[in-house]
């Protein structure tokens, strides 16, 4: 008996080891948590920044952060996520995020950054430009980063005038360059977000062609993306992470004019035009991957097939991971879904 005994009291004590150290595992942080955007960020990746809420809620575990712009874009973006060169990427465009969710089974859609139903990339010419519609772009040189969401929409924009990508010279380019070359008449036309060229068409030196901000059919979620090994080694990290999301999404309905203060201080962008795009009284910021963005992301991956910009097939529930959401969202007492529509 004595030996049954012992043999249960050696199992308990394995399985309270194994318990023990899985809830050490499960408590573990980095030393450094590296977030990456598309430069130069999302709103909620400059409040990051701004409010200090993450550090001081990782301080107590030794984390320091690293906050990596990135001015190549989203396929960039991702690419540096998938080599671990980074550990979460907030801004990602819908496009790259789908297609890296294609190809590669160790990422996943964790949250989403913004659903704004505006903000839309437009086409833009130089003032002087003789061309007045998107059939004139037919056999013109368009700039813009390949790969990005601006090469979807561009596609987008061409097929509205029964054109392809396959009737347009495309640059790959950022704007930083793509801006002076307009100028110069190096480029015919480029395609970025109206806040990013907002100094062209403030000054006089451009103007637009299409105006993105006047199709919100065309506008699509931007995501939040970390890889499968790393939400499972540190959920804890990645729970934190969201939680400050999700408050900063609500401080930003409540706290817009500083909101918006704060990003145009941070990045450059001009106040009035951020005014001009934000004119809902809400910000379109929470987190939350709701059926109508998955339909939109769905919808988003049919045209990239047609348009030849996706290789595979995303497997939206693999690829989805928003478990750790909603486990922030029944914590903090709120139902799974947008707070301000």
Known sequence: MKRIYAGIAFVLAMVALALSGAAARAQEYPKTLTIGATAPGSPKFIWHQYLGWLEKELKPHGVKIVWAPFVDGGGALVSALGSSGIDIAYNVGS?????????DPNINLIAVDNFEP???????VAANSPLKSVADLKDKKIAFLKGT????????ILASANLTLDDVEGLHMPFETSGPALVRGDVDALIEGNTTVAPLLER???RLLVDGDKHPEWASPTLILARTDYIARYPELIKTILKVDLRIAQWADANKKEALT?????TGVKLESLRHRYVDPVLYQDPAVTDAAIDTLKGEEVFLRQAKLIKGTVDYDRWLDDTILRAVYEEAGRPYGRISQ
């Open 262 to 266: 704060s990003y145009s201080k941070l």
């Open 118 to 124: 505006f903000g839309v990339s437009s086409v833009v």
């Open 95 to 103: 496009s790259p995020g789908l297609r890296i969710g294609a190809i």
């Open 149 to 156: 969401v601006r090469h979807t929409t561009l596609a987008k």
């Open 204 to 206: 006089g030196a451009a």
